[in-house]
């Protein structure tokens, strides 16, 4: 930490002078990304299980075996797609100069783990959307 000639640290002037550090840009761009790349791989996965299940009895994979590849499937999907936008914010966040390595990579992954939150909030309005639509 460096004091400057007023007694004040570098990092206090900085928190000071430029309010907050969340970069609502970045943090909007990570999650564009992640719902981009969880869309991709939902496509391909459902298209991969349409071709793999069969209706004939007699030819068809037992629903058990489909039901935990698709539920692992579609797990692998949502971290990935989260990771990849929570990497794509991180990168893309402002610098702040004057700052400490160990406080730049806090606030990369604060607003990698606020495109986590955002995310599931989306997720978690659209089940609760398609869950609503079917009760009415």
Sequence with gaps: MVILDAGVSRTEAIRTSTGSFVDWGAIIA?????????????SFGSAVGLSAAS??????????????????????????SFVGGAYVTGRLSRRISGVATHEVE??????GLIVWGVNLAIAGAFAGWVALSGVG
């Design 55 to 80: 209706f004939q009895t007699a030819s068809a994979f037992p629903v058990i075996g489909l039901v935990l590849a698709a539920s692992l499937w579609f797990l692998w999907v949502q971290i990935s």
């Design 30 to 42: 990570g999650v564009v990304i992640s719902l981009a790349i969880s869309s991709v791989f939902i």
């Design 106 to 111: 806090m606030r990369d992954g604060m607003h």
